[in-house]
Structures are given as C-alpha cells and as structure tokens.
C-alpha cells in the first residue's frame, strides 16, 4: 500500500521489472507522485488503492497478454521484451475470505495458473510475487497444490535454489505480520524455469529492521544472467 511513498527504496534496488501487489492504479499513482519514471507498466485490479502492478525500466517493455481475465484479482500475465524476451506471470495470493461486498471475488491462485499454463509453458518463463499462504502448508511434509503444480510444469524457487534449501527451510522471511520483528513467513517468490535456472546470478532479501518501517513485506531481488550480459 501507498506505493508512491516508496518509489525512492524502489529505485536504490535498480529493478530491470519489478512485481509490486497491493499497489494502486496507474491514475492514482501518477495523482501522487511527480517522478514515476518507470518504462512501462502493467496494472489488474479493481479496486483502484490496491491492485497487482508489474513495472519495468530502462529499456524493457511490457504487453499484457491477452488471456488475462480482468477481474481474475490474483494474476498478471505479460509479455516482456527488450534486451531479451520472456513470459511473466505477477501473482497475488489474495484469499477469497475477505473481499469486500459488490466486488468480484479473486480467483484463486490455484485456478489461475492452471488457466494460464499455456501462457507460462511457452519459454523463458517466471512466476513472481506474493503467495500467501498458496504454497504453506501446516507443516513442511507436504507441498501445497499449487507448489506441486509449479514443480510439475518445470519452475523452480530462484531462493531455494541459490540457497540450496528445501521448502520449509527458509532462514530469511519476507512478510512481517503488522510489521512486528522478527518475521517468519518467506511468502514473496520468484519461480523460474529450467532456461532463467541456469542463468540465475543470485538471489538477495531486504533485511527486515530496513524495511518494516515502509512495509509489512521485504524484496526479493533475483538477479539473471542475459545474453552475456546481467
């Protein structure tokens, strides 16, 4: 929430693309702000305060694609072009509990990827964002559906990965519950395919005590080796 507020910690990340959830629609970001300088943007929500964003910079474009269900809530399916080409899908991992009366309730991340497999199965591919709860489990034994459905489809945690760490290990959280220290919840992800796996660079978490001060959540940065080029 109140995106425009953080542009500056955006900036100092240096994002290439940058999938932001609970962000407002472009019109309210550009009313609130005099330096938006992103390249391009991507927006799905309805409620104007707090949508699912995905930006880019520099030279990178971004076209939606046209399989987006509009009021779908919780995916965002682009088309990435510039130095390279590549599918993203932004997640949120918003829970149908909760939505407010008159409003279309969110489709299930679940259901939303299973729609959009066709979309993610053309390659290179990334799914990022915000899962919630949509891959925790009461204990770590079990995967969730939707984290075996992102394994069967060939994706990969770029954190898991550069850590070398299973699921439920986690040593660095990425959500902050009312922002109370310390967090335990690693919930902000960035899957990647077997082309993006083997290009992956490392993967780097906004220290809490940094960022709770702006937001219940911290970034994950995955860094990509491009071309020859990161």
């Known amino acids: 929430m109140r995106f425009h507020d953080k542009l500056d910690q955006l900036r100092a990340l240096q994002p290439d693309i940058a999938v932001i959830p609970e962000c407002a629609c472009p019109e309210v970001l550009l009313r609130r702000t005099d330096a938006f300088d992103v390249s391009d943007l991507a927006w799905e929500g309805v409620n104007p305060q707090k949508g699912l964003a995905v930006l880019s910079f520099g030279p990178w474009r971004l076209t939606v694609d046209s399989r ?7 995916t965002l399916p682009v088309r990435v072009s510039g130095p390279a080409s590549f599918r993203l899908l932004g997640v949120w991992g918003l829970p149908r509990w909760g ?3 008159r409003r279309p309730t969110p489709e299930p991340l679940l259901e939303g990827f299973d729609r959009l497999t066709d979309f993610v199965r053309r390659r290179p591919a990334i799914v990022a964002g915000d899962f919630n ?5 009461r204990t770590a034994a079990a ?19 550069s850590r070398a760490l299973d699921a439920g290990d986690e040593a660095e959280p990425t959500f902050f519950r009312y922002r109370r220290l310390p967090g335990r919840h690693h919930v902000d992800q960035i899957f990647v395919d077997a082309t993006f796996a083997a290009r992956l660079l490392g993967v780097e978490v906004g220290f809490g005590p940094q960022w709770v001060l702006a937001s219940d959540h911290a970034p994950v940065v995955a860094e990509l080796r491009i071309d020859g080029g990161a």
């Not at 709860?133 to 489990?137: A, E, G, Q």
């Not at 995967?143 to 990965?161: D, I, K, M, N, W």
């Open 68 to 74: 987006h269900r509009i009021t779908s809530g919780t």
């Open 99 to 101: 939505h407010r009366p």
């Open 133 to 137: 709860s949509t891959l925790i489990t």
């Open 143 to 161: 995967p969730t559906l939707l984290a075996r459905r992102l394994e069967e489809e060939g994706f990969v945690s770029a954190y898991h990965q």
